[in-house]
């Protein structure tokens, strides 16, 4: 575990130590080095550090031999391709063949509210995105929120639909981030954990697609199912949909 001492990170060792067919061999956190000698025999490595950690992270593991899932934010196009093409100079060096799974939300209730809102998305002339999550969060907006507006601005290109109706001419700042032509907005709360709200707009009607995750053990079942099979899907996985056929 990366990022052991961390509020994901030690949730998702009592959640191995408590599954009959997983060990935990190693905790690594800030300071340690990700080496064989330190991985201790690890088979697959989960990472829950920092954005800037992360990237760095996931290189050294497949430099290991060893398998990763990442739930950490931060990953952009770029920093995926750089997997991609590390993975494939492993594999074409006659290397183990290694998969990599980077979901930005492990959550069920999140991925299927992504999976609605990607369905939903052609069918409204207005979409946005709202976050909500606890004030110690280091990044903004979340990577739930930016996968979910990339997916929602894709289906909308797909259908041939323009950009969201809008005639603010000054105040933009009040307006939140722009992901891909979709306006996402984050609020920071004590209190609150992990929660989205993704409203469609169309004359005369609203549609409200809402996730919460209350507690981190919500994000236990999707971690362990990518443990489980991330060993099975060689190359870079993005997203635990496809693990969960809902792609
Ligand atoms: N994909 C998902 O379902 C979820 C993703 N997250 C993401 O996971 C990340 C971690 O979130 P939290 O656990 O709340 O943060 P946290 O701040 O509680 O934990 C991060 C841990 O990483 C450690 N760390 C920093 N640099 C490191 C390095 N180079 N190597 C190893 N460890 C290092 C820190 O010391 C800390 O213990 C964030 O990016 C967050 O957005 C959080 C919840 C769910
Ligand atoms: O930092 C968090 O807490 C979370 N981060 C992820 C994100 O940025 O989307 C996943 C979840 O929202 C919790």
């Known amino acids: 575990m990366l990022g052991a001492a961390g509020r994901m990170g030690a949730t998702v060792c009592a959640a191995v130590e408590g599954a009959a067919d997983l060990e935990l061999v190693a905790r690594l956190d800030a300071g340690d080095e ?38 950490t934010t931060g990953w952009t196009d770029e920093s995926r391709g750089r997997v991609v093409e590390h993975l494939a100079r492993v594999a074409a060096d006659g290397g183990p063949s290694l998969g990599v799974l980077i979901a930005p939300n ?18 409204f002339e207005s979409a946005e995105v709202v976050e909500l999550h606890h004030p110690d969060k280091v990044d903004a907006p979340s990577g739930t929120a930016r996968h979910t507006a990339a997916a929602i601005a894709a289906a909308r290109a797909d259908a041939g639909l323009g950009p969201s109706p809008d005639a603010t001419e000054s105040g933009w700042e009040a307006r939140g981030a722009d992901v891909d032509g979709v306006r996402v907005h984050a609020v920071r709360l004590r209190g609150l954990v992990a929660h989205e709200e993704i409203l469609f707009g169309n004359a005369g009607e609203q549609l409200v697609i809402r996730q919460d995750s209350f507690d981190r053990v919500s994000f236990m079942p999707g971690v362990l199912l990518a443990v489980r099979e991330v060993s099975a899907r060689p190359g ?10 809902l792609a």
């Open 34 to 71: 990700v080496t064989p000698q330190t991985l201790r025999g690890a088979q697959v490595a989960v990472d829950f550090t920092v954005p800037s950690a992360t990237e760095a992270n996931v290189h050294a593991l497949i430099d290991a031999g060893v398998h990763a899932v990442v739930g």
């Open 236 to 245: 870079l996985t993005v997203g635990l949909e496809n693990v969960l056929d």
């Open 106 to 123: 492990f959550g069920l209730s999140a991925v299927l509210a992504m999976t609605f809102a990607a369905k939903a998305a052609r069918y």
